[in-house]
């Protein structure tokens, strides 16, 4: 079996242009808190570079910028975003150059474009600076639905939306041959979560059929890349999340006693992951999920 690195550059025929785990080639690239230590993976081959997912603050844009530019990585040629949130998709406009190809789903560049300023306003008023922030959103050149097959030399790079959750899919990268599964925001790992009040229990079929894939590694959008034990991992939190707030669902809304008491919890069971500070956010969200359940409204 060839190592990622070969499949790559076989595949930059096609998209126009220190390793991590097993696979040699693999890069990791994690942004600090603001965009809750958001992965980005990068991967130089000898016909050009493949970003997954870019950066968020122009910090932290600058920083992977020359990371890459000193391992002889740029110009870049292609790009893939899984998502459009802009903790893992705002940078990428200072990394690409105009032959770059940036690939994603149409409903990726449909969250772009339609909540690029009121996601730039939240932000301003949650004191991230004007000018860390792009003024414009990243703008796919080649956009597909439902699913890509990329194939080269026998291989195939697979983009797939993944999503019955959420207000828009994700988007997977799999590597058949491989076995490699660059998950995005399906997956955290040691990483406390942000919810957003998503159906927990589609998430928990979608990490499930990602299992199907029977993938060797799996790269999280955020936390530290391992084996198919991720998406274990993932579904069991988001499990545990849905049955400590199903018993408070009758309450019309959380206190803050009942908030601190879930967070406690919550943090005791997992005491050594990072950011217990976003566990308000997900249990006040998952609370209005479970009411909007209780009253019929889906």
Not at 109 to 120: D, I, Q, T, V, Y
């Amino acid at each position: 079996m060839r190592p990622l690195r070969t499949v790559v550059a076989a595949a930059l025929l096609v998209l126009g242009g220190g390793a991590v785990g097993e696979v040699p080639g693999v890069r990791r690239f994690t942004s600090g808190e603001p965009s809750r230590f958001a992965n980005v993976f990068w991967l130089r081959t000898g016909r050009g570079s493949v970003l997954v997912d870019a950066p968020f603050l122009a910090a932290d844009t600058a920083a992977l910028g020359a990371e890459m530019g000193a391992a002889g990585a740029l110009p870049l040629g292609a790009a893939i975003l899984t998502g459009g949130r802009p903790e893992s998709s705002w940078g990428l406009g200072a990394l690409v150059s105009p032959a770059t190809r940036v690939w994603g789903a149409r409903s990726t560049a449909r969250r772009l474009e339609a909540s690029f300023h009121g996601e730039r306003e939240r932000l301003l008023r949650a004191g991230i600076p004007f000018a860390s922030m792009p003024r414009t959103p990243p703008i796919l050149t080649n956009a597909f639905s439902g699913s890509l097959n990329l194939g080269f030399e026998g291989y195939t790079l697979r983009l797939l939306e993944v999503g019955e959750a959420g207000d828009s899919p994700s988007t997977i990268v799999f590597v058949p041959e491989t076995g490699e599964l660059f998950a995005g925001e399906l997956v955290w790992n040691r990483v406390f979560p942000v919810t957003r009040g998503e159906d927990l229990g589609a998430w928990r079929r979608e990490l499930a059929g990602l299992k199907r894939l029977r993938p060797r590694v799996v790269y999280p959008g955020h936390g530290e890349p391992g084996g198919v034990e991720l998406l274990d991992g993932m579904a069991a939190w988001l499990e545990t999340l849905e049955e400590a707030v199903r018993p408070l669902a009758s309450r019309s809304s959380l206190s803050a006693r009942d908030v601190a008491s879930l967070r406690a919890g919550l943090v005791r069971k997992r005491s050594d992951w990072l950011l217990p500070s976003t566990l308000e956010t997900s249990l006040r969200a998952e609370h209005a999920r479970l009411r909007r359940l209780l009253a019929g409204g889906g």
